[in-house]
């Protein structure tokens, strides 16, 4: 088939084969160069004119997180979140008092903050594409034009875009949207992440990919991160069905975790939510590995009480009564400020006060979230263990413990700073265990952004240097006879997993439609194929290198 059509590459994000004529994002308003004069006694009346279309457009993104549920919830309500932040608003409204109409005032503050957050880099960059994108639902509500978006194809299609904004990513219907693939984004991108949850076959970081027009035949491989142009229909609909006989396959798997010759590795679920929870319990995960605490925190101007919190957390346990839950205290800052947390105005936000951090600039947040994990455990009779991200000293995870402890919790933390790794078996003479987050591990450890399309082959988790931290920090777990999971993207990958699992690695946390597919692979290899997969790994110079060392031992 790819002999006699072109092929274009790009970083493997979800695997899966998709095959069909090329749908792209409908034109996004036309935005203009400059904005219109208006008079002085018109001027407040275009300050509400602006305040009242933001107002829409936060409401509808509001309501969508609503419907949604885990990494696509989460990243609706951040959006939400930016449409109505002060600064932004400010500077429109500073504009339009200065004789721009609402349209102009807009895009002059769009640009303001894009080229800061550009400046910025790191997580922040990542937020230029969700300015943009609620740029342009502002201006279309001020004109009073259809709410720009993905039209859905009446067939199934392959969506190809430049990059994607996280209000139209968590939209898809896998149904008719049978692959995604991207010029722009890395592994971890929102786009990345939320087409994971949604078991949508997709790639980035696509070189070529713009110049691909709508209507194209074109087959996605989502495991090699090939787009081939224009395939031979027989050859493209054979492996489109050989894709269909293996998911049908996979589906079948339902537990429990372990290797082909029952050697115990948990296969849990990362939640975000009481609803996704509910989802993934429907799955044969085991329990959950990451309960992301963010979403309660994200959409307010106060601190929710510890009430409000426990009735969040005790919705989560309920659904995984009797299972394993390991839940993540608050990971905000970054591209998550919480408005009521006094976040300092930051030149790198990624390395700044985050996760266990904010505890400086927001004193008495991390004990009252523990106070609310402790109430929910206690109502609900679940034993949840509890860890702190972004820690990177002993002296922190030592603290942490010992709160964690007084409550009567068991203590772990994330290992996503390179620093925790390299003292794992220190951290773990405080600890009950670990779990290793790849994305911002890959992120710290390569010195790349992990949105930037030109270093997504950088932020690969299956790059050889992430993957000797992870294999340090499982044996750290081993020699202190306590357990090490993965719950970062990498958990998702079939193929990685099996050699996380020859690693050491006890448990593999990913997102719910990931759950069967990663069990039903590490259920057909033994685990001295997955330890040989990962010593291969672990040799090799580059992830091209370690992916094909690791296919030829597993496949």
């Known amino acids: 088939m790819e002999q ?3 092929v274009l590459h790009g970083t493997p994000v979800v695997p899966g084969i998709g095959y069909g004529p090329v749908i792209r994002p409908v034109a996004r308003p036309v935005v203009p160069a400059q904005g219109a004069s208006i008079p002085d006694t018109a001027r407040e009346a275009e300050v509400g004119r602006f305040e009242d279309a933001a107002k829409v457009v936060a409401e509808r993104l509001r309501a969508r997180a609503s419907r949604a549920s885990g990494a696509a919830a989460e990243v609706l309500q951040a959006t939400a979140v930016l449409v109505e932040d002060r600064a ?12 721009t109409d609402a349209v102009g005032a807009t895009v002059a503050a769009t640009d303001q903050f894009a080229a800061l957050f550009e400046k910025i880099g790191g997580l922040q960059a990542e937020r230029v594409t969700d300015l943009l994108d609620i740029r342009d639902r502002v201006i279309a509500e001020l004109q009073g034009a259809p709410e720009p978006g993905l039209e859905m194809p009446d067939s199934p299609s392959v969506l190809l875009a430049t990059d994607l904004a996280p209000a139209d990513t968590a939209g898809l219907d896998p149904s008719v949207v049978v692959a995604l693939a991207t010029s722009l984004g890395g592994p971890t991108s929102h786009t990345a992440i939320i087409a994971r949850q949604l078991g949508i076959p997709c790639v980035v970081a696509v070189a070529g990919l713009d110049d691909v027009p709508a209507g194209t035949e074109v087959l996605v491989d989502g495991a090699a991160g090939r787009i081939v142009l224009s395939p031979d229909g027989a050859e493209a609909a054979a492996e489109v069905e050989r894709d269909r006989v293996e998911r049908e396959r996979v589906a079948g798997w339902s537990g429990p975790g372990a290797t082909a010759d029952g050697h115990p590795v948990e296969i849990l679920a990362n939640v975000q939510d009481g609803a996704g929870a509910h989802a993934a319990r429907r799955t044969p995960a085991h329990g959950v590995g990451l309960f992301r605490t963010e979403l309660c925190f994200l959409d307010r101007d106060t601190e929710p009480t510890v009430d409000e919190q426990a009735d969040i957390y005790a919705e989560v346990f309920e659904a995984f009564e009797g299972k394993k839950v390991v839940l ?17 105005d930051e ?9 266990i951090r904010i505890t400086t600039t927001a004193p008495g ?3 009252r979230q523990l106070d609310a994990v402790a109430t929910a455990a206690s109502r609900t009779g679940a034993t949840p263990w509890v860890m702190a991200p972004m820690v990177a000293t002993v002296s922190e995870a030592a603290d942490f413990a010992a709160r964690v402890r007084e409550r009567g919790l068991s203590p772990g933390v994330m290992i996503e700073v390179p620093s925790a790794a390299l003292l794992a078996d220190r951290l773990l003479e405080h600890l009950d265990f670990l779990s290793i987050g790849t994305n911002d591990l890959a992120q710290y450890t390569m010195a790349a952004d992990r949105m930037s399309p030109q270093l997504a082959a950088l932020t690969d988790p299956w790059q050889p240097a992430v993957l000797a931290l992870v294999a340090r920090a499982a044996q750290a777990g081993a020699a202190a006879g306590k357990p090490v999971g993965v719950c970062g993207e990498a958990a998702a990958d079939p193929l990685l997993a099996c050699v996380l699992a020859g690693m050491g690695v006890t448990s593999l946390s990913c997102a719910a439609s990931a759950v069967t597919g990663v ?30 060392a690791a296919a030829k031992l597993l496949d």
Not at 540 to 546: I, T, Y
């Open 328 to 344: 993540r205290t608050l990971d905000a800052g970054s591209d998550k400020p919480l408005r009521f947390a006094n976040h300092p």
């Open 347 to 355: 030149h790198n936000p990624a390395l700044g006060v985050r996760g």
């Open 519 to 548: 069990g039903a692979r590490l259920s057909s290899v033994p685990m001295d194929r997955c330890r040989e997969a990962a010593e291969a790994v672990l040799a090799s110079d580059d992830p091209v290198a370690a992916r094909a």
């Open 4 to 6: 006699s059509a072109s």
């Open 365 to 367: 947040v991390l004990d």
């Open 88 to 99: 932004w608003r400010g500077a429109a409204a500073t504009k339009i008092r200065s004789g």
